[in-house]
């Protein structure tokens, strides 16, 4: 029973790390993009709001829930100092979008 007990909680530590590894890849891959796109003129940094975007279901975190729909540009942190997912906890799954003006 003990040795199940760990396998569990190893297999639900290895899926956190992950879960929060790719999430912050993607969200910094993204955020790259917009910064490259926005170096060439092809969005302007000061119009371009960056909007955070939970997932709406019961495991939402109650930081994400507050941040869900906030906005700002593309170099400014959200309130509370945070950049982007997975920012403001492990395992957060929520996303960033655009949102042009």
Known sequence: RTARYAEAQLRY?????ARTELIDSVNQ?????WGDAAD????DRETTRRVW????????DPIC??????????????PGG???????H????CALGLRFT
Do not use: K, N, S, V
């Open 13 to 17: 530590r290895a899926q956190t790390i």
């Open 29 to 33: 891959g993204q955020q790259a993009l």
């Open 40 to 43: 060439q003129g092809l969005i």
């Open 53 to 60: 975007i939970a997932t709406p279901d019961e495991l939402i």
């Open 65 to 78: 829930e507050a941040l869900d729909g906030e906005e700002t540009t593309l170099d400014e942190p959200f």
């Open 82 to 88: 945070y950049m982007a997912p997975p920012d403001p």
């Open 90 to 93: 492990p395992d957060c799954r």
